[in-house]
Nanobody
Framework: QVQLVESGGGLVQAGGSLRLSCAAS????????MGWFRQAPGKEREFVAAINRSGGGTYYADSVKDRFTGSRDNDKNVVYLQMNSLKPEDTAVYYC????????????????WGQGTQVTVSS
C-alpha cells in the first residue's frame, strides 16, 4: 500500500515556475515507477511525466518537454515536478501516481493516486 500526497500547487503568471512535490508513505517507494498526470476541467486526465524506479530515466509528454523536469528522492520518499515557463494551458489539477509495472504513460496502469493539487497559470 502506498499513500501519496501532492503539494506545491498555486497561482502563477505565465512564464513563471512552480515545483510540485509528492510525498509517499510506505517502505516500498523505490519499487514503484512514479508518474505525473493532469486534468483540466472538461478534459480527460493526461500524462505529463514519468520517472523510473531509480530516477535515472524520465519521460515526458511533448507538450511539457523542455519545460518540466521530473525527479525523485528515494531516501525521502518524494517525487518532484519542476515546472518552468508555465503557460495558461498548463492550468489543471496535477496528480502523482505509482505504478508497479514498467514506466507507463497510461493512467490505467497506475495503482495508487494522490488527491491532486491545483495549478493555475494566468495570462
Amino acid at each position: 500500500q502506498v499513500q501519496l500526497v501532492e503539494s506545491g500547487g498555486g497561482l502563477v503568471q505565465a512564464g513563471g515556475s512552480l515545483r510540485l512535490s509528492c510525498a509517499a508513505s510506505g517502505r516500498s517507494f523505490s519499487l514503484y515507477a512514479m508518474g505525473w498526470f493532469r486534468q483540466a476541467p472538461g478534459k480527460e486526465r493526461e500524462f505529463v511525466a514519468a520517472i523510473n524506479r531509480s530516477g535515472g530515466g524520465t519521460y515526458y509528454a511533448d507538450s511539457v518537454k523542455d519545460r518540466f523536469t521530473g525527479s525523485r528522492d528515494n531516501d525521502k520518499n518524494v517525487v518532484y515536478l519542476q515546472m518552468n515557463s508555465l503557460k495558461p494551458e498548463d492550468t489543471a489539477v496535477y496528480y502523482c501516481a505509482a505504478a508497479w509495472f514498467g514506466v507507463p504513460r497510461n493512467p490505467n496502469e497506475y495503482k495508487y493516486w494522490g488527491q491532486g493539487t491545483q495549478v493555475t497559470v494566468s495570462s
